[in-house]
């Protein structure tokens, strides 16, 4: 069987090996999660709460995850992680305390209090960025406050008239416009309490839930095993949002069961590399990127969960096709009866996944609560359930060690993005503060001639590009706001413009030379990353042309407004993407065959426009 029914403690709650072996600093992690897990549980409910104090509690919360718990190296980063944990938690603190007279100063400094405090905040949240998600990210932001202060002295349109320090800091720290962004709220107020959703409902038996359903419903077609991890990586990128935590998770499963089934271990980690990252763009949760896109567009996470629907589908859909072909290359079989779990299992261990799910999607599409609000509601019911395990057994023993581990998975997650965004936030605000934004759209339009599908491509190579070293939510942050502005000026719609750039930071994830899905896969397969990397360009190629269906056929993310032309319009995008898929891999090895799929995919894809 691919699956077994849970066992064992859950990973990373010491409480099971008895109380008297759990270390203080294990202790600590587990206050500071909890302390985490109920702030950000209390914002949804809380009502209105000045920004200068809830989003500086968020960096504070998260730092120890970066600086004290994450592990370190050397013995010089621990002292540095200490000593800057201290500092940059001090530092956000005299932010909540001083908030009353901060405000009256209207983004300016006074005092040198206040710009050491600045600074130790610049250099804590840089530091934080480096240590979570390596140097790029930082290195860009770093670059950007040089041309901040610095960009009076760079001569023609590039150049700035010049910011005072205490003005340019200020506005960066004591005021809304760099850390304390919006940004940052959307990270503290929207995506954590759906983080926090994520990993209570990753601590119980949804996994075995979700698994059970899709091996029963695609093992026993053709390349069953594949498909299984097609539809689990689905399923499971709707709790997670990470295409690495998904390809880690289902990727341990999947990937070793279809290697025992005779499959090459490349195209075995190919599948789950590819399969995994669509879960940033499966609705009803997503990915945190998705949240960010509705604060920079002032939509609503509901609307763009719809419009997200069709394409998500196409995802998998393309995976599903890839793999099928390759089935028919390979003679890959189906599972057999006996490596079914059986309806029995399904029913039994669904409705840990289901219920929670379900009671999300019934508040978001059929009440007026706000989606915090609905992620809220569903993680009460995911607590409750946690008490049960996937034999419908209570307990109690077991409930309290979920509880930890799922606190402690999202403390770590939520100090992981709040890196990510914080960063990036100062990246948007020096943009905002120098024109610097509007002054790159300038140089897109120019080098594109003015032609909008110039454009795209350039805005999709500069996507894949960033994404390559940054996460998929730091890629899309930046990118969309550098050549946003342009694909909109030359004529796309907003929306349009924020999909194509996060679908294509979506796909930097199995895009070599650095792809970071295919190396995990790889690992986990014990195979070389190069030909992984090739299988998923393979099986991905049809991937890379959705956004640019979607640009063509307006229709296919306008499902609320028309149902029947999106419908068609998927179709239409559909047929295309399986017809380069084929010429792809060339499942019936007819190379002739192979030219007539790649005109017939594109006519498919860019004639007739539906929309």
Same mark, same amino acid.
């Given at each position: ?34 302390a ?13 709460i ?103 002295? =760079?001569? %023609?349109? /590039?150049?700035? +008239? #010049?910011?005072?320090?205490?003005? &340019?800091?200020?506005?960066? *720290?004591?005021?809304? @416009?760099?850390?304390?962004s ?13 983080? =926090?959703? %994520?990993? /209570?409902?990753? +601590? #119980?038996?949804?996994?075995?839930? &979700?698994?059970?359903?899709? *091996?029963?419903l695609? @093992? ?24 690495? +935590? ?29 399969a ?76 840990f ?20 609000y ?10 409750a ?106 004529g ?49 190629i ?5 956004p ?43 190379a ?17 426009p539906?929309?």
């Open positions: 069987m691919l699956i077994r029914e849970e066992e064992g403690a859950p990973e990373g709650a010491p409480l099971a090996r008895g109380l008297a072996s759990v270390a203080p600093r294990e202790w600590l992690m587990l206050a500071c999660a909890v985490t897990v109920a702030f950000h549980s209390y914002l949804i409910f809380s009502g209105l000045p920004n200068l104090i809830t989003r500086p509690i968020h960096l504070l919360l998260a730092i120890p995850w970066i600086f004290i718990f994450a592990p370190a190296g050397s013995a010089v980063a621990r002292v540095t992680g200490w000593a800057l944990a201290v500092l940059g938690a001090a530092s956000a603190l005299y932010i909540v305390l001083a908030r009353e007279e901060l405000a009256d100063q209207y983004g300016v400094l006074e005092g040198p209090l206040q710009y050491a405090v600045a600074l130790l905040l610049i250099v804590t949240v840089l530091e934080m960025a480096r240590r979570a998600i390596k140097w790029v990210l930082p290195a860009i932001a770093v670059l950007v406050l040089l041309y901040g202060y610095f960009g009076w002295l =760079i001569p %023609g349109q /590039f150049g700035h +008239a #010049g910011l005072p320090l205490g003005y &340019f800091l200020g506005t960066l *720290v004591i005021a809304e @416009g760099g850390l304390w919006s940004l940052t709220g959307l990270s503290a107020e929207v995506v954590a309490p759906f983080v =926090i959703l %994520g990993a /209570f409902i990753s +601590a #119980g038996a949804a996994g075995t839930g &979700f698994m059970a359903l899709a *091996v029963q695609a @093992g026993r077609y053709r390349a069953g095993a594949a498909k299984v991890s097609v539809l689990a990586s689905a399923m499971y990128g709707t709790i997670s949002g990470t295409a690495a +935590a998904n390809t880690a998770s289902t990727g341990m499963v999947t990937i070793p069961a279809m290697k025992r089934l005779g499959y090459p271990p490349a195209l075995a980690a190919a599948v789950e590399a590819v995994s990252t669509g879960g940033q763009i499966m609705p009803p949760i997503m990915g945190a990127a998705v949240f960010v896109m509705a604060e920079l567009l002032r939509t609503s996470y509901q609307s763009l969960m719809v419009a997200a629907a069709l394409p998500a589908f196409l995802f998998f859909a393309t995976a599903w096709f890839g793999v099928h072909q390759f089935a028919i290359r390979h003679g890959l079989r189906g599972l057999s009866r006996e490596e079914l779990p059986g309806w029995p299992l399904v029913i039994r261990t669904l409705p996944f289901l219920l929670p799910f379900g009671l999300l999607v019934w508040f978001l599409a059929f009440t007026g609560y706000t989606a915090p609905a992620a809220g509601f569903a993680t009460w019911l995911t607590a359930l946690l008490l049960m395990d996937a034999k419908g057994r209570l307990r109690l023993g077991r409930w309290v060690m979920r509880l930890w581990s799922a606190c402690l998975e999202a403390g770590r997650q939520i100090a992981a993005i709040a890196a990510i965004i914080i960063c990036a936030s100062l990246i948007v605000g020096v943009f905002h503060m120098t024109g610097l934004g509007v002054k790159i759209t300038s140089i897109i339009i120019s080098a594109a001639g003015g032609n909008l599908w110039v454009a795209l491509l350039l805005t999709g190579l500069a996507s894949l590009i960033l994404g390559m070293e940054l996460p998929t939510t730091a890629a899309y942050i930046i990118c969309v706001a550098v050549a946003g502005p342009a694909l909109v000026e030359l796309l719609p907003e929306l349009y413009a924020h999909f194509f750039v996060f679908w294509y930071a979506l796909l930097c994830t199995i895009t070599p030379p650095v792809c970071g899905n295919v190396f995990i896969a790889a690992g986990i397969a014990r195979t070389p990353w190069l030909p992984v990397a090739w299988r998923a360009m393979q099986l991905g049809g991937l890379f042309l959705v640019l269906g979607f640009v063509a056929n307006p229709a296919l993310l306008q499902l609320a407004a028309e149902p029947f032309l999106a419908l068609l319009a998927m179709l239409k995008v559909g047929l295309g993407v399986w017809l380069l898929s084929f010429a792809a891999i060339d499942p019936l090895r007819r002739w065959l192979r030219p007539l799929a790649v005109v017939a995919g594109l006519m498919a894809l860019f004639l007739l539906v929309g």
